[in-house]
Structures are given as C-alpha cells and as structure tokens.
C-alpha cells in the first residue's frame, strides 16, 4: 500500500482553503493545476482504487450519500462532482478519433454496473418503466435484474441496424485475426467470444448482438494509451485483471454499435482534473442512467456531467443560438441536448 505524502496531503489541504476563497488567495491556478493532477495520479494509481471492497463499495457509498443528500447537502455535491469526479461528454464521432491516435487499447470493467448502481443490460419489464421527467429514482434499489426479462438484452433500432453492426464487428475480428501478431493484441478472452458469435450465424444479428453485450458485460470502460489520458488508471486496471486488450479496429465498430444500438452516451472521466477513461453510459432510458447520468437528469446535479457544446454537430439549438432538449430519445428531454453526436433536426423558431 502507498503511505500517505505529506506534501499531497498538504497540497490538497491548500486546494480545499483556496476553493473555499473566492479570491483563491496566494494560490495560482497553475499551482492549483499541478497540485490536482498530483492528488487524481494518486488515486488511480494507488492499489486500493481497484480493490473490490473500495472500488465497487465506494461507488454504492457514493450513491447512498448522493440520495441521502439530495435535498439538504445537494448543493455542496454537485460542488464535489464539479472539482473531484465528473466526466465530459464525447459525440461519438470523437471517440473514433481518440481510438485511431491511441498507442493501444482495453476494455475495462465498468464499476457502476459491477457495483449493480444499474443493471442496463436486460430490457425492463413495461412496469418498471416510468416517465424521468415524473420522479426522482431511489438509486438506492439498485437490484433491478430481477425485475427483468431473462435474454431480453436492451437494444435500440431496427433489425438492419443491428445487422450493419454486428457485421461491422465480426469484419474487423476476421481481418485482425488474418494478420500476424495484430490478432494478440486482443485478449484470448475476448477473441473466444467474438469466435463463439461468429459460428452462431443461425441465431438472428438481434439475438448474435445481444450474445455479445451479455459476455462482454460490465467490461464496457473504453482504456486507451493516449497522450489525453493518464497511465496509471489502465495500468491499475490491468494489473488487476480487470482490462481486456483489445485491437483498435475491433473497438471502433464495438463503440459505434453502442451508441446505435444501446444509445450509448460516451464520457471522458475524470478525478481531480486528471482525465482517465471513457465510460459507456447509459442514458436515463436504460435503468434510469449510471451514477453521472442519474446524478445529472434526476438529481439535477449540472456538474456531474459536462455537455459537450460544439465538437462535430455539438448541442442541439434554435436558431437564436439557444440550447434545445435531446430530440434523439424523448427521456432525455428534461433536460438540455449533452452533445452526444448525433445529427440534429433543423429547429425551427
């Protein structure tokens, strides 16, 4: 175990007082800067962070104090969410770019569904769906496969929409697995299933598809080896058996299958300031969204995530230039478009 750093401890003492400060006194920002990437290289490097009873206890404790919290200390949450643990949302489009720069790439496994903060894998039964825009959720319930559908997978869009996906990814897998020593940059893990899918071609690509989400869950955190992105987050994870190495060509169709038939929303996490992963969330459709995606559509908490205003077709707007709610699922409607990548319908007015 890491012992504690005075000098951290002290830096992060310095950084409480002055976000305390309006006038931030005798701290500059560069300091401040240098101090927080310090403190978020700790925690994710620290062998603790991958630790079951803190990486997926500290989630579920953060989840019941979010809910405890909601309606006297909200204020002071989204506080925390906006200078400690956050994440920014990336269109799609973006993710594919990030992938093609990136030296590597793994597939990590996701905490909040590890932690069951949500179950968005199976489809719900139509009791359990309700209007987001009625209620705020008990998060604190957070078993809900029970309540669901054995093999009914949650997917999004038509039959043929899963048919373009599912060869997308069963044609990057086949060409990889033809070139010599790009086929190991995926773990055997994940090229067993991708195999498995691959000779069950008499089941339907819906039900080929759904196969896939069911053996690769809760292995949906995108780990790249990228100049945007600290190491020690990915390293941590590996070390710990829980990232799968995975061929940049395989995980691009595997992204974009996401977000087109799961309604993926893509964000770049962060803890301190230090960017660490892309996460694969689910929207406030599916299982009433991951712990950011709950905190920010039924908590209202506006720093847990951060829109992404105009890279590619950025927010949806009006023609006066204000921010529209999310024309792609009416669940998200409640609050403004985040930016996700998808193409906008002309606003009128």
């Known amino acids: 175990m890491q012992r504690a750093d005075p000098e951290l401890a002290r830096w992060l003492r310095k ?6 400060s309006e006038a931030h006194t005798g701290v500059k920002p560069s300091a401040l800067r240098r101090a927080s990437q310090r403190i978020g290289n700790a925690i994710l490097s620290n062998w603790l962070t991958c630790w079951d009873p803190v990486h ?18 909200g204020p002071l949450v989204d506080l925390a969410c906006e200078q400690l ?3 920014h949302v990336l269109p799609v489009q973006r993710v594919l770019v990030l992938i093609d720069e990136a030296r590597s790439a793994a597939l990590g496994k996701c905490v909040c569904r590890a932690a069951g903060v949500t179950n968005d894998l199976l489809r719900p039964e139509p009791d359990d769906l309700q209007d987001c825009t009625d209620r705020v959720p008990a998060r604190l319930s957070t078993n809900t496969a029970s309540r669901r559908r ?7 869009g038509s039959s043929q929409e899963a048919a373009t996906r599912l060869a997308a990814i069963l044609d990057a897998y086949q060409k990889v697995e033809q070139i010599p020593g790009e086929r190991e940059t995926t773990s055997p893990r994940l090229r067993a299933i991708l195999e498995q899918i691959r000779q069950q071609d008499h089941l339907t690509p819906e039900q080929r598809l759904g196969l896939l989400w069911k053996e690769t869950y809760p292995f949906w955190e995108v780990l790249l080896a990228h100049d945007a992105f600290t190491s020690r987050w990915s390293r941590n994870m590996a070390q710990h058996r829980k990232a799968w190495p995975i061929h940049k060509e395989i ?4 992204v974009l299958a996401q977000y087109h038939t799961r309604g993926a929303l893509f964000t770049g996490m962060e803890v301190v300031d230090e960017p660490y992963a892309i996460c694969t969330c689910p929207g406030p459709e599916n299982d009433q969204g991951c712990s950011l995606v709950n905190w920010y559509y039924f908590s209202r908490l506006d720093h847990a995530l951060f829109p992404n205003e105009t890279d590619f077709f950025g927010q ?24 996700c990548g998808c193409k906008h319908r002309q606003a009128a007015g």
């Open 15 to 20: 950084i409480i007082l002055a976000h305390l």
């Open 56 to 73: 997926l206890g500290g989630m579920k404790a953060t989840m019941a104090l979010e809910a405890a919290a909601r309606r006297s200390l």
């Open 85 to 87: 643990f956050h994440g």
């Open 150 to 156: 054995p093999g009914s997978v949650y997917l999004i």
């Open 251 to 254: 995980l691009k169709p595997l």
């Open 316 to 339: 949806a707007r009006d023609n006066s230039g204000a921010v529209l709610p999310c024309q792609r699922f009416p669940e998200r409607g409640s609050r403004p478009c985040l930016g």
